[in-house]
């Protein structure tokens, strides 16, 4: 292997944080391919294992047991919801970020490599995009399309790009000036050969940092559009939705204000960790990357 | 060695070459200003020859070089290279069409057929190629400028090449070396399998002095000296005729830059190249130069062979530039022109010779009109009203 890669390998695994966050995302990773088999679903809606099988006609929370480990809320047993949901959260964040990242990077990186009149368009759209308030922007968009995750996902893409965009603009800015890349256009190679095999490698690590940051952030606000009901549908596994329910319960019962924790502790924990994980993996990649950190 | 082939037709010809370089403020982006980094600059390159091209930083002797390579499109003038004209290969397309008209169609259609004759040689060419292959038919002399603009435009590449200054970061940190310079042979599909594109490098690497195992390192494994031999193998692994060598040596050690130094005129004999050699350093120039130029705030002031000028300057600025070297012998007093102010900003250059608020000898004219670069002496122009008054 690379010289370059081995050294960063061994930074990494130097870093507790960073062993801590990966640990943390192997394990959500075993979670959701084990998902069938942790929580394997119910012969009634084998085709449907997504959908939370509801399993009492009581509307009250039921604390956990031996049969429902994390409890019931709203009927449905959370432990299934939280395992299928670790599948859900993954989906959410790596397909919104890897969409959103690559919008970002197009435009971004033709924004800065053309400058000019180019440039300014592109940028003012961005800024359009930016000065709309993401939850309103995507409340709206969702009322459009309709509820679903698709639709919430759609929502996080087309108003979650500007920030790569911006940052690879930067970034491509101080690179193009580089006189590697004027050697590369004196050879003859085409703008998108600079582009990709020039510009880009030199500066996409802090994209793919803040990337890897903003997976986490992601599922929070899936989990956000999820509570105020713009999510999933009922019944589905999403963390978000699971903290839906408890909004009957957060409060507690009369005197007993922590009766109904379960109903908020379980999702929300795994919600916290899967984040933690992305957020630590992402500072220990901008500690290795970060060249004036270097040694 | 110039001097026999100097008779020939030069390979390359620059005439009133110009870069202007806007300068935008406001929130429209509006130009309110523009830097006259080269303004009007003609020169010949004749094959084989090495042409030092000397001057001040910010006179503009890089603009030049990046000009000729297409790096920055001109604002007006022409290139030529063996005779035809390649300033359409260097402008974006878009202002190819207002470059033809302007240069040759318009003079072209006020022409009758028998003042052909009388036209200079570079127009003479064209008003050829657009009387007789393409029947006086504009639009079909533009196309044939447009089509295949991109083959053409490699092809020119191939044919021209840059060695650039600094050894840091004209090398991308992430490519290995093989990919660097073989970058260029799979632009161009030099090779056809694997192999060969890989015993091109090795053999170019083995050419500017590296061992071919080098291919699969990583720049930063290299020092400056090693680096700007990766950059030369760089440009030559097209097999270009022209170099054009911009400030190559001047990052470099003082004991690193005579051993490039030698390797670029090693290298220039084998592959019978014709140079470029742009740099502020007279030493660096006397030793590789078969002719120079002086450049001054965006013109030509001077241009000859290197013993003429060394021996007996003719400009003013040059004469002062000659002054500035030292010499190696403590008895020796030499006279030293030293020059009052600073380099005016090209944004704004003085009126008439740009030199005149800095000159010695300058008198009323200067400030009024701009001297031509003229032929002095043999092989020596001069552009000053008073050529040779102060050597």
Known sequence: MDKEYKRMLKKFFKNPSGVFGLVLLIFFTIVAIFAPIIAPPQPSNQYEPYMMPIVTWSPDPQPPSKEHPFGVSERRDIFYGVVWGTRTAFRIGLIVTGVSTLIGLFIGSISAYYGGWIDEILMRITDIFLSIPFLIAAIVLT?????????????????????????????ILQAKEEQYVLAAKAIGVSTPGIIIRHLLPNTIFPVLIQASMRM???????????????????????????????????????????????????????????????????????????????? | ?????????????????????????????????????????????????????????????????????????????????????????????????????????????????????????????????????????????????????????KALRRKMQIVFQDPYSSLNPRMRIGNIIGEAVDVHRLASSKEERQKMVADILQKVGLYPEYAMRYPHEFSGGQ??????????????????????????????????????????KEFQL??????????????????????????????????????RPLHPYTVSLMSAIPIPDPEHKKKRVILKGDVPSPINPPSGCRFHPRCPIAREICSREEPPLQEVEEGQKVACFFAGEMS
């Not at chain 1, 459009?144 to 790009?161: C, E, N, P, Q, R």
């Open chain 1, 216 to 295: 986490g952030s992601l599922v929070i606000t899936a989990a956000i559009l999820s509570f105020l009901g713009l999510g999933a549908p009922q019944g589905y596994s999403d963390w978000g939705a699971i903290l839906n329910y408890a909004r009957n319960w957060m409060l507690g019962a009369h005197g007993e204000a922590l009766k109904y924790w379960y109903t908020i502790v379980f999702p929300g924990t795994a919600m916290v960790l899967f984040v933690l994980a992305w957020n630590l993996i992402g500072d220990t990649l901008r500690d290795i990357f970060d060249p004036r950190l270097r040694i």
């Open chain 1, 143 to 171: 009322t459009l399309l309709g509820t679903g995750l698709d639709k919430v996902m759609i929502a996080m893409i087309v108003f979650g790009w500007m920030g790569t965009a911006r940052l690879i603009r930067g970034n």
């Open chain 2, 274 to 311: 014709t140079y470029l050699f742009i740099s502020h350093d007279l030493s660096v120039i006397k030793h590789i130069s078969d002719r120079v130029a002086v450049m001054y705030l965006g013109k030509i002031v001077e241009i000859a062979p290197k013993k003429k000028l060394f021996e």
């Open chain 2, 1 to 153: 060695m110039s001097q026999t082939i100097q008779k020939n037709t030069p390979m390359l010809s620059v005439r009133n070459l110009v870069k202007h370089f806007p300068i935008r403020a406001g929130i429209f982006k509006r130009i309110v200003a523009w830097v006259k980094a080269v303004d009007g600059v003609d020169f010949d390159i004749y094959e084989g020859e090495t042409l030092g091209l000397v001057g001040e930083s910010g006179c503009g002797k890089t603009t030049i070089g990046m000009t000729l390579l297409g790096l920055y499109p001109p604002t007006d003038g022409s290139v030529y290279f063996n005779g035809e004209d390649i300033t359409p290969y260097l402008l974006p397309g878009w202002k190819v069409r207002s470059y033809l008209k302007r240069t040759y169609i318009e003079k072209f259609k006020q022409l009758n057929h028998d003042e052909m004759e009388e036209l200079p040689d570079e127009l003479k060419h064209y008003a050829e190629v657009y009387f007789n292959d393409h029947k006086g038919d504009a639009g079909r002399f533009i196309r044939s400028f447009m089509e295949n603009r991109k083959e053409k435009q």
């Open chain 2, 227 to 268: 680096r700007q031999r990766i950059g030369i193998a760089r440009a030559l692994i097209l097999n270009p005729k022209l170099v054009v060598a911009d400030e190559a040596v001047s990052a470099l050690d003082v004991s690193i830059r005579s051993q490039i130094l030698n390797l670029m005129e090693d290298l220039q």
